[in-house]
């Protein structure tokens, strides 16, 4: 098994966004300079401003209250792209749209409205915005708050959530392309992935900072994934590119360790057999840790060929349940093969 260590992509911090052009971009970022209480109307959405999340690559996202209708008093999350000159990032912005209203899953984070925000600089602009569900935490907080890992009793019923929303969007030959802790929402209980800005698409560009400055990709990266972002002519990544990064998140949410020491890989022209130094991957104690992490070494093969499919790896997730379905149903009052 090789292994890898990417350097992190970086992302804006979270404070209000401001009007930057870049020496590498030209195109005009837009801010969105929106108050608590102000008034915005989605197509069919009347929305209350709380407050800024944050902002990333391609857009700001601000956590607002429905007013009116059946789901009123609704928190919701609510993204604009911020440059709408940019073709590529309008593209990515609108196929995540479009990728999110294909996909109907309880773990996948649902699209509920659209619509277009005016902005008025040196000229009018329609700043494109949807609506999302809201949850304040996600498993990057969750393993920054247990450095040591989860406890596997709650890992293993995140681990089934997370297969079974792969499952289902590659059974719609969509691959995420961005599969790290801090896209996947955590309620305590229950999951939903989110941010699928580069999904099907995985552009070149998806791998650089919003003021368009190139920098490494995050740690969660697949060694295809790092190859085409170095070489152009490189066949582009596809949905077992998500096992790979999802192997990682297993363990990461399980352990606290993340084995992806590309710096290694790299520093030999990612070609060698290089194993990871942490004696971290070896020496966990309890026999579902050392189930979940024997699937996450087969995810997380240096070879595409070699790993499993989004169904196989939910099968032994069902195959590993099942094992200890006298401890998880006195935990959870389940049924034993039960679907998360």
């Not at 005009?28 to 008034?39: C, M, T, Y």
């Not at 009347?46 to 944050?54: K, T, V």
């Not at 392309?177 to 996947?184: E, S």
């Not at 790979?244 to 990461?252: A, E, N, R």
Request: proline share 5%; net charge neutral; with cysteine.
């Amino acid at each position: 098994m090789r292994s890898y260590n990417i350097p992190c992509m970086t992302v804006v911090p979270a404070s209000k966004p401001s009007l930057v052009k870049s020496s590498h971009e030209e195109h005009e970022r837009l801010s969105i300079n929106l108050k608590p209480g102000q008034l915005v109307k989605a197509e069919t959405l009347a929305l209350e401003n709380l407050e800024f999340l944050g902002s990333g690559g391609n857009g700001s996202v601000f956590r607002m209250l429905i007013r009116e209708g059946e789901l009123r008093g609704l928190i919701v999350a609510v993204k604009f792209l911020e440059t709408v000159e940019d073709e590529e990032r309008v593209k990515r912005f609108d196929q995540e749209v479009k990728v999110l209203q294909q996909v109907n899953h309880p773990h996948i984070i649902k699209v509920l409205d659209t619509g277009k925000y005016s902005v008025r600089r040196e000229r009018s602009h329609s700043i494109p915005f949807f609506v999302m569900e809201y949850q304040p935490r996600n498993l990057d907080r969750e393993t920054k708050a247990h450095s040591k890992g989860l406890h596997p009793d709650a890992v293993l019923p995140i681990c089934l959530q997370m297969a079974s929303a792969l499952v289902h969007i590659h059974g719609q030959n969509i691959a995420h392309g961005d599969l790290k802790p801090a896209n996947i929402l955590y309620d305590g209980s229950n999951i939903k992935v989110a941010d699928f800005g580069i999904a099907s698409l995985v552009d070149r560009s998806a791998l650089v900072k919003s003021q368009g400055n190139k920098v490494g990709p995050h740690y969660y990266l697949s060694p295809e994934q790092w190859k085409w972002w170095k070489d152009e002519n490189a066949e582009r990544p596809g949905m077992k590119s998500d096992i790979f990064q999802l192997g990682l998140v297993f363990v990461k949410t399980l352990t606290g360790f993340n084995p992806n020491t590309v710096n290694e890989w790299s520093s030999h022209g990612g070609g060698e057999h290089v194993e990871p130094k942490s004696k971290l991957w070896s020496s966990y104690q309890g026999s579902l840790v050392n189930d979940i992490v024997g699937l996450a070494r087969d995810m997380i093969e240096v070879d595409p060929n070699n790993r499993p499919s989004a169904g196989q790896v939910q099968d032994r997730l069902l195959g590993i349940f099942r094992a200890y379905s006298s401890h998880f149903s006195a935990l959870y009052g389940v049924v034993p093969g039960r679907e998360f």
